[in-house]
Structures are given as structure tokens and as C-alpha cells.
């Protein structure tokens, strides 16, 4: 079974702090995405991860992925609370999209001033 | 067009009518996809079309569900006989071809049966 598990499902924390969200996926792809969802909004993307080692970084947002350990990473680096999201990983498993996205059930981050 | 955008935004329906749902996904995309987004099960893949075939439905939930797609640009996904079950938001996504890169979004269709 295809398996997509993100940790935490929730966070709180406080503006400037760091933090990481983690997420195993089940069966090898080498092709991991990113989303962000604001509050009554559709997905917004973030990051492609395409190959193994393969980091990406975009303001106070880095991601990485390690296919070997079937993990990818998203850092959060003196957090703002304009990330404030929830924020999803997603796996391609197919290779040629014909199965879509498996998407993990998302982490709720909360960023206090 | 910019985006990908769908229509209705907001369906409200009572249960047991059929509703469709649009999809018109960014100009030269062939690959679009449609998920269904909903507290209980998350993001679900349901369908996905390389122009204008589907080579796969089993991930739709039941047979009351259809989609289709013309002329490789907008697709419909038609809901039968809706049931409360049914009430979830329904996202659209295109790429430009199967499995390149990412997928981008529509703003999704809030389905609600009562």
C-alpha cells in the first residue's frame, strides 16, 4: 500500500524559532513535491524534489529529499507568521503521473507572534 | 489562461440530484487531474487524463462518479445521484505532461449535499 505519513499533523510554535517537518513515504519514487494551503484556498506549490540529495530553498523554506531513506524534510528557519499553513507533501509514484499524487495528511503550523 | 480554474466554486445540492463540475486546466497542459479534498480522507486522487484519454478510473469512488474530457483542454467530472458522502471539495490540477514537474492547482468546487 502506498503510504505517505507526515510528523507532526500539528504545530504551534513561536516567530523566530526553527522547526522541521518530516515526511516517509512507503514504496521508492524519486519524485517528491511540496504544497502550501492557506485557510479556504487551493494548493499552492512549493517545491519539486527530483532526485536523491536534491535540496531546494526559497526564503525561510528549505526542502530536501533523501530517496534512499524514503524522507523528505521541510525546514522552517526563524519562522514568520505569514507561514502560517498547512503545508503537504506529495509523492509520485507512478513516474508518468498516470496515478497522481499520493499526498500525506498535511501539517497544520500555527506561527505566534 | 493564468491558472486553472473550475467552476462552480460553491455547489450546494440536495441529495439524490446528479451535479457536474469544471475543469478548464492552463493553456498547452496535456496532463490534468482531479482530487477530491475532504476532512475525513484528505487529498484523494480520483482521475487522471493525458489529453483526452483516462487511462485508469479505479480511483474513482463509485461508479456514480464520471469525468471526461474534450479536445484536450476541459474536462468535467459529473457526480450522479449525489449522497452526502459526496459533500467535499473537488480540485482540478494540470501539468504539462505526465509526471514533469509539478502540478498546479485550481481553486477547487466546495460540493455540498444536503
Known amino acids: 500500500e502506498l503510504k505517505v505519513e507526515q510528523n507532526p499533523l500539528f504545530l504551534s510554535m513561536q516567530e523566530g524559532k526553527n522547526y522541521t517537518i518530516y515526511c516517509n513515504y512507503s514504496?521508492?519514487?524519486?519524485?517528491l513535491y511540496w504544497y502550501r494551503q492557506d485557510p479556504g484556498k487551493s494548493l499552492e506549490s512549493l517545491f519539486v524534489?527530483?532526485?536523491?540529495?536534491a535540496v531546494k530553498q526559497e526564503g525561510r523554506l528549505m526542502a530536501s529529499l533523501d530517496t534512499k531513506a524514503r524522507l523528505s524534510t521541510l525546514h522552517i528557519t526563524a519562522a514568520v507568521h505569514d507561514l502560517s499553513a498547512t503545508y503537504f507533501c506529495?509523492?509520485?509514484?507512478?513516474?508518468?503521473?498516470?496515478?497522481?499524487?499520493?499526498f500525506g495528511k498535511g501539517t497544520h503550523l500555527i506561527i505566534q507572534p | 489562461g493564468a491558472g486553472v480554474s473550475q467552476s462552480p466554486s460553491n455547489k450546494v445540492t440536495e441529495k439524490g440530484k446528479d451535479v457536474e463540475l469544471r475543469c478548464d486546466p492552463i493553456?498547452?497542459?496535456?496532463?490534468l487531474y482531479w482530487y477530491r479534498q475532504s476532512l475525513g480522507q484528505g487529498l484523494e486522487f480520483l482521475i487522471y487524463?493525458?489529453?483526452?484519454?483516462?487511462?485508469?478510473k479505479s480511483g474513482l469512488p463509485s461508479d456514480r462518479f464520471s469525468a471526461e474530457r474534450t479536445g484536450g483542454s476541459v474536462s468535467t467530472l459529473t457526480i450522479q445521484r449525489t449522497q452526502q458522502e459526496d459533500s467535499a471539495v473537488y480540485l482540478c490540477?494540470?501539468?504539462?505532461?505526465?509526471?514533469?514537474?509539478?502540478?498546479?492547482f485550481g481553486p477547487g468546487t466546495r460540493l455540498t449535499v444536503t
Open positions: 490540477a494540470s501539468s504539462l505532461a505526465p509526471g514533469q514537474g509539478k502540478q498546479y
Open positions: 514504496t521508492t519514487s524519486d519524485r
Open positions: 524534489l527530483l532526485s536523491n540529495g
Open positions: 506529495a509523492v509520485d509514484y507512478s513516474g508518468g503521473g498516470a496515478d497522481g499524487l499520493t
Open positions: 493553456s498547452g497542459h496535456t496532463a
Open positions: 487524463f493525458q489529453g483526452n484519454s483516462a487511462p485508469d
